[in-house]
T-cell receptor, first 109, second 115 residues
């Protein structure tokens, strides 16, 4: 059974700093890895999807990497802004999505 | 990305009544829809997977008679919480995809409160 873990559970950083969120998964037989953002009381917004054959994906200030063999993915956020404050979830996909526990990010103005 | 609309966004119901939540894919035909439940400050827990025109597949521990899922068309799936009790209060989220391992698109979620 796939298990997805995110560390840290919560993170606070000053505005403008770069930061990295971590995601690890136990079963490397995945089709893709997705990163989502969830604002309080809201649904999920898809940020990046990395296919299993890819190493990374970039969108604006966000860069996600994937190392299938070691069961790890990272989400890099450059030049953080207060609007980036949210919970970030990663999820591995193999027919269905298995979600991580999330990292609650707070950007301090 | 594709748009998935979930309705209602919030609902309060009395204990013992049933509540229906709708999930619609607005601009694509969703072969597969997923229903999740999320407890406060926890991650999403998959409840069931539904494919258009067939019975839903429920995850272990999810009562299929309590959480009725219908996926009668390629653009609409419904989750009915039957005889709701306070412990059913939660945040329910749906997602829709073209099936297989294609990207899933999520609805806005429904906050259910049973009083």
């Amino acid at each position: 059974k796939q298990e997805v873990t995110q560390i840290p559970a919560a993170l606070s950083v000053p505005e403008g700093e770069n930061l990295v969120l971590n995601c690890s998964f136990t079963d490397s037989a995945i089709y893709n890895l997705q990163w989502f953002r969830q604002d309080p009381g809201k649904g999920l917004t898809s940020l990046l999807l990395i296919q299993s054959s890819q190493r990374e994906q970039t969108s604006g200030r966000l860069n996600a990497s994937l190392d299938k063999s070691s069961g790890r993915s990272t989400l890099y956020i450059a030049a953080s802004q207060p609007g980036d404050s949210a919970t970030y979830l990663c999820a591995s996909q193999n027919e269905k999505l298995t979600f991580g526990t999330g990292t609650r990010l707070t950007i301090i103005p | 990305g594709a748009v998935v609309s979930q309705h209602p966004s919030r609902v309060i119901c009395k204990s013992g009544t049933s509540v229906k939540i709708e999930c619609r894919s607005l601009d694509f035909q969703a072969t597969t829809m997923f229903w999740y439940r999320q407890f406060p400050k926890q991650s999403l827990m998959l409840m069931a997977t539904s494919n258009e025109g067939s019975k839903a597949t429920y995850e272990q521990g999810v009562e299929k008679d309590k959480f009725l899922i219908n996926h009668a068309s390629l653009t609409l799936s419904t989750l009915t919480v039957t005889s709701a009790h306070p412990e059913d209060s939660s945040f329910y989220i749906c997602s829709a995809s073209y099936g297989g391992n294609t990207e899933a698109f999520f609805g806005q979620g429904t906050r259910l409160t049973v009083v």
